[in-house]
């Protein structure tokens, strides 16, 4: 029997596909080389996918707020109350919750890409049937498919960029993660005032449509895969060497329980994640108040209240201009300090 082992990746991911592969009369393949690895790719390369999958996680987030400023047009046009009409914002949210716990995790064991077509063409999917809806029901039940089948985009796009972008290089395009992540849900309530105002509360849903459908175009045509243990499996698949399946559901079980573990047993990535849910809280429960706010209590017009959110959109911009000083910093101190020195190491 013959093996060679290439010395390189550490990626525990990377190690659990290696230790996969059945070795047989064939040289296992342990390591991305070239233009093979995504870590390698052009930097034009790495900026189209960034920018496509940067755009994904807006669309998503525009989406979600969009709605709310139509809340008044779709209780008067589908006869409910405004109390009912703001739960197509709950369930949004809800399916947004729970989307997360189980598809991330998919991401580990089938790679990026087959999430994002399934679940992105399904969040367009539901997205038509929202613009389509006749009644409240159907409506709710629409929102609620966006959300759980739209967040895999938002929830995987931070895994796809580091995918691609060496540590010293991340915190740029994180930023635009970030801010797309902050800003599409300010643009929506900006824009879903106007479009319900001189339109129609379905447009609010056809902008989304047509727009999630260019970009999901452009993801089946110019999205390679990024995610290296399911590039070296189908590396060593195309060379001879067969994978084992029986220890999917075990990787599968594993990839589901590591992020609760992580999130009870570090404490750094407790806080960030108590403090980030803080603000999403705060930010998405300004979308319903705000338009009681300034429509009702200072009369201003369904378009001309979503201008109440540029504040945040300005900030977050700000913050992304900000980043390539703060990865200088950041470059500055890990050369000056070196690398980190773990407890135990």
Known sequence: MKEEVAVGNDSAALEDAVAELEIGEIEVITKLEG????????????????????????????????????????????????LMSTLGSTTYLIGSAFGPLFFAPLSEIWGRNPLYYGTFLLFCLSTLGCALAQNMNTLLICRFFAGLFGIPAVANTGGSITDLWPQSHRSVPLALYTAASFCG???????????????????????????????????????????????????????????????????????????????????????????????????YLDFTAYPV????????????????????????????????????????????????????S
């Not at 452009?218 to 999205?223: E, G, K």
């Not at 911009?317 to 690398?339: D, E, F, M, Q, R």
Request: hydrophobic share 50%; net charge positive.
């Open 185 to 283: 849900p300010v643009l929506g309530t900006l824009v879903g005032g106007f479009l319900t105002q001189y339109l129609s509360w379905r447009w609010t849903n056809w902008v989304v449509f047509i727009v999630a459908m260019a970009i999901y175009v452009i993801v089946l045509v110019a999205l390679p895969e990024t995610y290296a243990p399911r590039l070296l499996e189908v590396k060593n698949a195309k060379a001879g060497i067969k994978t084992r399946r029986d220890l999917r559901m075990a990787q599968f079980s594993q990839s589901l329980l590591r992020p609760w573990i992580m999130l009870f047993t570090e404490p750094i990535l407790f806080t960030l994640s108590l403090y980030m849910a803080f603000v999403y809280g705060v930010l």
């Open 293 to 344: 706010v300034f429509q009702k209590a200072r009369g201003w017009s369904i378009g001309i209240s979503g201008l109440a959110f540029t504040g945040i959109g300005v900030g977050m911009g700000v913050a992304t201009a900000l980043s390539p000083w703060v990865n200088n910093i950041y470059a500055h101190y890990k050369k000056k300090i070196g690398p980190c020195q773990c407890l135990g």
């Open 35 to 82: 233009k093979d690895d995504p870590l390698n790719w052009s930097p034009v390369a790495r900026w189209v996918y960034t920018i496509t999958v940067v755009g994904m996680s807006g669309i998503v987030g525009f989406s979600a707020s969009v709605y709310t400023p139509a809340i008044s047009s779709i209780a008067k046009d589908l006869h409910v109350s405004n």
